[in-house]
């Protein structure tokens, strides 16, 4: 009696893992890149949404990558007009550090966008090697 309720128990847990592996995961694509990675990408992409989602203050004083659209994190959900229309549409994304590009991207795939790449090491990491920055409007 025992050996069968174990061997149950274990087929259930196998059946459970497979399904969450291979029936459950979201159609999305959200990639962390390195700063070379994100700068193709930017270049093959020229039509993608570039995203900027740190403060108006950080935009200011920090600069910014030519061509992105400041949309401050904390306000994604409620400007979502003006992100793109079509969910599959490319954005790439960045922050200062990586920190919130990361909730920034999940706030993106709740919206149901599902191509996303994200710069992971931010515009510090931007800087750091070397990639050109942006001061002004």
Known sequence: MYNKVVKRVAGMVIFTIIFLAFFNSPDTNWE?????TFEQSIMDNP??????????????Q???LE???????????SRSNELPEDKEELILLYCRSG?????AAETLIDLG?????????????????DKPVLYGE
């Open 32 to 36: 962390r890149v390195n700063a070379d």
């Open 47 to 60: 039509d993608a949404l570039l995203l900027d989602v740190r403060t108006t203050a950080e935009w200011e």
């Open 62 to 64: 920090d600069g910014h």
């Open 67 to 77: 061509n992105a659209v400041l949309i401050p994190h904390s306000d994604l959900e």
């Open 99 to 103: 920190n919130r590009s990361q909730d």
């Open 113 to 129: 966008y599902t191509n996303i790449i994200e710069l992971a090491t931010g515009i510090n990491g931007w800087k750091d090697a």
